[in-house]
């Protein structure tokens, strides 16, 4: 195995070690090693998603009968059905703004939060910090009755706003813990000498804080988007009009109500699954950057 | 537990199409219940919900009160959204219910109507006579009710939460017409012996999807569905009831339920492959597919089985057949309440609720509804079913019991009170399909189980 | 409540943690200086207000009531609660002849998932991000195909491994065509008792993997070089190198993936729900899925305050290992 393995972008410019100049026999069996590896859990990472669309794309009798990966007489058919059962565009746009609105939201609310307690100083901000993190372990099933009982008193039960909040106010651990630490990143410095040049303090949010903080505010809005996306649990119990089904759900409507085929099931989850894949793909650039941060320090 | 538990509502929604779907959009909506002509029902069956607003049609024209139907499912939900609208009493005007379960439960909360006083002998002779009571709290529902943690606490003797819309019962072999033909067999076993002949046969013939299928994902419906109608013909009825009982002398762990459970067990060569992890719709599904060539369900299966595509004609049904020797050789499946029609306290039009009632319960309404939602009406049909609800619905009616030796799966009353029949299948389900263990290891298993729920009744 | 939490780095961090070093001394107590940090305490309430309303309005009530419910004997549908006292937790830990052997059984498959999961997902997650780091081309294409898992991680995913698991499903093909037919499962992966769970760990493990390869892999790549530099020069082999250098400069991200790990595995049970339903038998009954069993799919028995006082339970036990978890790695680093 090469010493390459261990290289850093920053170690690249060091001195080349003595193993790595010849390219020797070994090094090339441990190269194709790693590459065996590397293709190997490839593979196992794409794996579901082979054997989804391997489905979506059979028909109905071919798919009872298992096991092949290449369907023998693909089909288009059960992708069009379902696409038009699922109501696709309708549970769509609803997944869509309950994802956006949840997102826009975590990312408002808590890096407001979390500047107050990586920079400001203000009573009670450890006890307020730290009852933040404690509700990390806080099993959502504990909470999932009571929040039923109360959004019903609200009167917001079943509607959007009913599952915005819940999963606003639960990420809010995460978001605290994560943003908190990458404002700390921030040098006081700069918020200092803008100060004296006399911008408030929202100025100093705005255009010092909230920009360094880039990445890790994408990384935070990527880890709410994604699980946001899926969502299940709560969705299930607290939605009943299909009108503002989301995904999962009309996916999991679809599964209970007319007990559908593995070809029909996999098309479905293959229509899920696509948006929220092109939209990590869209972002993760970012989003890596953004754990990286997140890390540093 | 009462004798039909909430997956056959999860059966029922199966039942549910695309049509459904568009019928609940327009069904949904709207806040309803302010108005005194408009009334709001809830009801966890999806499948009931274009033959309720069929029938909710008809209601308005003759009364001029509108009805709103909106489905709830699944029963997670349900439940959960009754308990919240019953706090801030925002129930609706009418529910359906699953008979002698959530009408006791919810009617000891407060929640429903006492309908004793309404539902008078006129009403009730609409019914059978086997399902008329159904919905009535009965001395042993309330003597129930005193046992510490009791579901249905509040109830008192003689008060009726519910009157029953749809009845059928469990314990019904489906087996493929043509397949059984093949290997010679046109009638129905007799026997549990002749029926593991057949199922040998047809295994032996056609070893790839000539199994037995039944939804283990469930797993009381191995115990309710097949083991308990098999044990109580076989065994007779107090025998039967013992074996639920602390005695270790008659209990599932003496003689009796290790002879049971041996005779059960002789079905374990014959599953299909990976039926312990099958949902009941699955199950049904793989026979309807014909993957599998008997399938274990109850009355609501047939429909179930047309809806995916099987042919009701190639459909050989029999209740589950007691063993050679058995103490009730001919036993019968007699029938019970499935689901009912509760009026709650919320309603702003009692008397429009109960009007709404009483015209489902009107036998012409309920064959309409029958044939609409593929559900067994609890009315007499008369002599020939087939006519009033159809010849599907028809031989299902006609196949009922109503001999005072028929198994009667909704009495439960000699279970425990914490009884949890999903457990007691699971236990059940490691003796088969799991195959681990032998009948006596499976009798002391479930013995033990059963006793824990005495204890902590008598805790 | 916490529908949607996810994994996260520096779990262990203060709010001050890493700013402290650039804060000065305290200033001095002038008048001017004390009202400018009146003021700054007035910015601080006024940004934290959103997070503290809505958590006041969702959380406090949720969490509230949770507690108090786990005191209580409750259907959800009587007017009153039945006041227990500790009743329910006696219940759960020893005292009830139905409930207690049930929460034994499951603390049991609850308790292999728990080490299996983390120490799984670390032993596959680490090497991963250790030899992706190494390689130059196709590496932003590898890292999106291995974080696709934990994209798409939810219903969709789970129906996608119950269709491969199934007894004519993928596995069972792919174990017979490569002549490894003896391993192969006629009942389905998840229709025997013994490799339900295994199958269901490993599944998670798939989904746990992403995460923690990229929190692995940001460590690799923040590392000060110089460490290893120093370590080569020592005559250091790559392996020794991995092991005494690279290894325990990451154990803070260790931690934190572990303890992440450890929370999931203890109180999730959504794959449990969809994909085995504590089945077969009760093979996969694990403490989460117990919890929502007792408070949603128990037949209207009153038992929605044994399942809240279950919740508890996870909750304390959750805390217990996280602070030992905390001190363990503290102690090895």
């Known amino acids: ?85 699922l109501h696709f565009f309708d549970y769509f746009r609803n997944s869509l703004q309950v994802t956006l609105l949840t997102t826009v939201l975590v990312v408002v609310v808590y890096a407001a939060a979390s500047y107050a307690f990586a ?27 009571p929040i039923v009982l109360l959004e019903h008193e609200l009167n917001i039960l079943g509607t959007h706003w009913g599952l915005v909040l819940p999963f606003v106010n639960g990420t809010a651990p995460l978001a605290v813990l994560l943003l908190t630490n990458a404002f700390s990143t921030v040098p006081s410095e700069l918020r200092e000498s803008a100060r004296m040049d006399g911008a408030g303090e929202l100025r100093v949010f705005a255009s010092i804080y909230l920009p360094l903080a880039r990445p890790a505010l994408i990384t935070i809005a990527l880890l709410t988007a994604i699980p946001t996306w899926n969502e299940y649990q709560l969705t299930r119990v607290s939605l009943n009009d299909p009108d503002s089904y989301t995904l999962p759900i009309a996916l999991q409507a679809m599964q209970s109500e007319s007990v559908v085929q593995y070809n029909t099931l996999m098309a479905a989850a293959l229509i899920l699954v696509v948006p929220i894949v092109l939209l990590f793909l869209s972002a993760q650039r970012y989003f890596v950057n953004g754990l990286m941060g997140a890390v540093k320090g | 537990m009462t004798g039909h538990p909430r997956r056959l509502a999860r059966r029922s929604v199966a039942l549910a199409s695309a049509v459904t779907m568009t019928a609940v959009l327009a069904a949904c909506g709207g806040t309803g219940g302010g108005s005194p002509d408009e009334l709001e029902m809830w009801t966890f069956k999806q499948s009931h919900v274009p033959a309720l607003e069929q029938a909710a049609e008809q209601f308005e024209q003759e009364t001029g009160i509108t009805v709103k139907i909106q489905a709830i499912t699944p029963d997670d939900a349900f439940l959960t959204k009754v308990a919240a609208a019953a706090r801030t009493n925002d129930l609706p005007d009418i529910l359906e219910v699953h008979s002698n379960g959530d009408d006791h439960t919810f009617g000891g909360a407060g929640l429903l109507e006492d309908l004793s006083g309404v539902v008078d002998e006129e009403w009730t002779d609409q019914y059978l006579p086997a399902v008329a009571d159904e919905g009535m709290v009965t001395q042993e529902y309330y003597e129930n ?71 283990f994902r469930a797993p009381s419906t191995g115990l309710e569905w097949l083991l308990q109608p098999m044990a109580y013909g076989m065994l007779g009825d107090q025998p039967y009831r013992d074996l639920f009982s602390d005695d270790p002398a008659a209990n599932w762990g003496s003689e009796n339920g290790v002879a049971a459970l041996t005779e059960y067990g002789r079905i374990q060569p014959y599953w299909t492959p990976g039926t312990q992890s099958l949902s009941i719709d699955e199950a049904d599904l793989s026979f309807a597919h014909g993957e599998s060539t008997f399938d274990v369900g109850g009355t609501f299966t047939l429909a179930f089985l047309e809806a995916n595509g099987f042919d009701p004609d190639n459909a050989m049904t029999f209740a589950v057949p007691p063993p050679e020797g058995a103490a009730i050789p001919d036993m019968g499946l007699a029938p019970f309440a499935l689901t009912g029609l509760s009026v709650t306290k919320d309603t702003h039009n009692k008397e429009g609720a109960l009007d709404w009632v009483r015209f489902l319960s009107q036998t012409d309404v309920a064959q309409d509804f029958a044939r609409n939602a ?29 001999d005072e030796n028929a198994y009667h799966a909704a009495d439960t009353s000699y279970r425990p009170n914490a009884y949890d029949s999903a457990r007691v299948g699971e236990v059940l389900a490691d003796f088969t399909p799991l195959d681990r263990g032998d009948p006596a290891d499976a009798g002391r298993n479930l013995a033990n189980l059963i006793e824990s729920y005495w204890s902590e009744q008598n805790r | 409540m916490s529908v949607n939490v996810t994994p996260t780095p520096r779990l262990t961090s203060r709010p001050d943690g890493t700013s402290g070093k650039n804060r000065k001394v305290k200033p001095p107590s002038s008048p001017a200086a004390r009202r400018s940090r009146r003021k700054e305490a007035l910015w601080g309430f006024a940004f934290i207000a959103p997070a503290v309303i809505l958590f006041a309005v969702m959380g406090l009530y949720t969490v509230g009531y949770g507690f108090l419910l786990s005191f209580a004997q409750w259907n959800g549908f009587w007017p009153d609660w039945n006041w227990v006292g500790f009743d329910n937790y006696a219940d759960l830990l ?12 499951a603390a049991w498959n609850t308790l292999w998932v728990m080490i299996a999961v983390p120490v799984l997902t670390v032993a596959i997650a680490f090497p991963l991000a250790v030899v992706l780091n190494s390689v130059k081309r196709l590496s932003g294409v590898l890292r999106s195909i291995y974080f696709l898992p934990y994209v798409t991680t939810g219903i969709a995913v789970y129906f996608a491994w119950q269709y491969i698991l199934e007894p004519n499903g993928a596995l069972n093909l792919l174990l017979k065509s490569v ?26 493990v798939w989904s746990a993997v992403p995460v923690a390869m990229l929190l692995f892999l940001t460590g690799l790549q923040t590392m000060d070089s110089s460490l290893l530099e120093a370590a080569q020069l020592d005559g250091a082999g790559w392996w020794r190198t991995q092991f005494s250098v690279v290894w325990p400069l990451l154990r803070p991200i260790t931690a934190v993936i572990v ?60 805390l217990i290992v996280a602070f030992v978890n905390q001190r363990a790695m503290r102690r090895l680093g």
Request: hydrophobic fraction near 45%; avoid cysteine; charge should be negative.
């Open chain 3, 179 to 204: 002549g490894l037919g003896s391993l192969s499962q006629p009942q389905g992966f998840l229709g025997n008792p013994d490799t339900a769970l295994p199958t269901l760990i490993i599944v998670m």
């Open chain 1, 1 to 85: 195995m090469s010493a390459s393995a261990v290289s850093t972008p920053r170690r690249a410019t060091g001195a080349p070690s003595k193993e790595r100049a010849p390219r020797n026999p070994r090094t090339i069996i441990s190269r194709s090693v790693v590459g065996l590896l590397l293709a190997l859990y490839a593979a196992i990472s794409l794996y579901p998603f082979a054997w989804m669309v391997s489905a979506a794309f059979k028909d109905n009798e071919e798919v009872l009968e298992g096991g092949h990966l290449i369907p023998r007489n693909p089909t288009l058919q059960t992708f069009s059905d379902t696409w038009s059962q």
């Open chain 3, 94 to 105: 020893w005292r009830s002849p139905v409930y207690s052997p049930i929460v034994h059984d």
């Open chain 2, 145 to 215: 009710s005193l046992t510490p943690g009791s579901k249905w606490l509040g109830v008192e003797e003689g008060q009726r939460f519910s009157v029953p819309l749809t009845i059928g019962t469990f314990g019904i072999v489906y087996a493929n017409r043509e397949r059984l033909a093949e290997v010679g067999y046109t009638e129905p076993p007799a026997t549990w012996d002749e029926f593991i002949e057949m199922l040998d046969a047809v295994g032996q013939a056609r070893p790839d999807d000539g199994g037995i299928a039944n939804g």
């Open chain 3, 259 to 318: 303890l992440l790990n450890l929370r999931d595995s203890l109180q999730g049970f959504q794959i449990f729900l969809i994909m085995t339903n504590g089945g077969p038998g009760n093979a996969t009954n694990v403490l989460g899925l117990e919890t929502y069993r007792l408070a949603f799919l128990n037949e209207l028995a009153p038992t929605l305050g044994l399942a809240s006082a279950l919740g508890w339970i996870l909750f304390v036990v959750a």
């Open chain 2, 374 to 402: 593929l559900d067994l009406p609890p009315n007499d049909l008369g002599p020939n079913p087939e006519d009033a609800v159809g010849p599907v619905l028809g031989a299902m009616a006609a196949s009922l019991s109503s």
């Open chain 1, 119 to 145: 920079v400001l100083r203000f009573p009670g901000r450890t006890a307020l910090y730290r009852l933040f993190l404690v509700l990390l372990f806080v099993p959502g099933v504990v909470t999932l009755l």
